[in-house]
């Protein structure tokens, strides 16, 4: 997180656009430019604003008792517990601070926290619909191998791999949201709470949510099918499965008792991967469907500029990332005793 925070700062570094033109306007005098920049710190050398960059996103940062300087932890707006003072500066525990909004003023968490569970809903449907299907086709797949069905669901998974989901999903909402939407009920753009027309009241419109989560799903379907197959080939000519079949095991007890637990170690590796890559990837989604997400509130930040919003949006991505490698390790012990065991003597 340290390394994507200063990374993330020097790329828009490289930006150059001065963002007191956001805040006071094309048109505003030199005067009122340079008066903004100073305000935010702008104005300072480029190692100094990192430093502050670092400061505020730290839970542990310094901060100055001078009352002339600017501080953003003035009551009421970010919670902080005083770890110790000196008669300059204090230390405080708190929570990690983005900045204000350029456009609306309002804090950048604020904003983010209000579209982030949208877009976690929608890539976690993704992720669902993509795991279900894709193990079903690779184990169906696996088990006709050679067959005219185990042919044609090579060939649709790389179909769905070659598809871009930003193409897959005009693709859907032509069909189904234009063309068929007498029949299906559903309409080309819309967000996962909508208000009513007479009444104004908020309701969650969950149909909104099923053409993204299947545009966003087809290439995790596609290769979590191909995944399936061939760990499940791969098993099912392992000594173990011929002998439970030598024993007079059923087909079933063989495939779903033995060799799919087996099969699925790197199925969890794929799926936890692409969790973390449907964040990033439902940006596209959710600007064809103008779907109010993360994705579409960092599109927006990025053409009016608005640049806390964009560097915060990429620090919630890498966040999220972060966690699901931790997830991956935990869902390896639960699946095989092998790992947990082995990590024990390792320790």
């Known amino acids: 997180m340290l390394g994507v925070s200063v990374l993330v700062f020097f790329l828009f570094q490289l930006v150059r656009f001065n963002p007191a033109y956001a805040l006071a306007g094309e ?3 030199t005067e009122t430019v340079a008066n903004i920049s100073r ?6 050398p480029v190692g100094a604003q990192l430093l502050t960059h670092l400061n505020n996103l730290s839970p542990l940062s310094r901060h100055a008792l001078d009352p002339a300087a600017r501080n953003y932890l003035e009551p009421g707006s970010v919670k902080a517990i005083t770890i110790m003072s000196s008669s300059s500066h204090r230390w405080v525990l708190k929570y990690p601070y ?13 904003l983010l926290n209000a579209t982030i569970p949208n877009t976690l809903l929608l890539a976690l449907t993704a992720m669902m619909f993509a795991t279900f299907c894709g193990i079903i086709l690779g184990m169906l797949a696996a088990m006709q191998q050679g067959s005219w069905l185990d042919r044609s669901i090579t060939a649709g998974s790389v179909m769905g791999i070659a598809l871009p989901s930003f193409f897959a999903a005009i693709l859907l909402q032509l069909i189904f ?3 068929l939407s007498s029949f299906t009920g559903l309409k080309m753009t819309g967000n996962l709470y909508e208000a009513d027309e007479y009444t104004g009241q908020i309701y969650l419109s969950l149909r909104n949510l099923i053409l993204p989560a299947i545009a966003l799903g087809i290439r995790p379907v596609a290769v979590i099918t191909q995944i399936t197959r061939s ?5 099912l000519h392992a000594d173990y499965i011929r002998t439970a079949r030598a024993k007079g095991l059923g087909s079933g007890a063989v495939v779903y008792r033995h060799a799919l637990k087996n099969a699925l170690i790197p199925v969890i590796t794929s799926v936890t991967g692409w969790l973390a890559s449907l964040l990033a990837g439902a940006f596209f989604i959710e600007v064809v ?4 997400g993360l994705g579409l509130e960092t599109v927006n930040a990025i053409k009016t500029k608005d640049i806390p919003v964009a560097t915060g949006a990429v620090l919630y991505i890498a966040l999220v990332f972060v966690l699901v490698n931790m997830l991956t390790d935990i869902l390896y012990g639960l699946a095989d005793p092998r790992v947990k065991m082995s990590s024990k003597q390792t320790s």
């Open 177 to 179: 949201a234009y063309l």
């Open 231 to 235: 760990s499940m080939l791969d098993v």
């Open 289 to 292: 469907f103008n779907y109010n």
């Open 39 to 44: 305000e935010l710190g702008l104005d300072r």
């Open 98 to 110: 983005l900045g204000r909004s350029f456009q609306s003023g309002r804090p950048v968490a604020s």
């Open 27 to 29: 048109a505003a005098s």
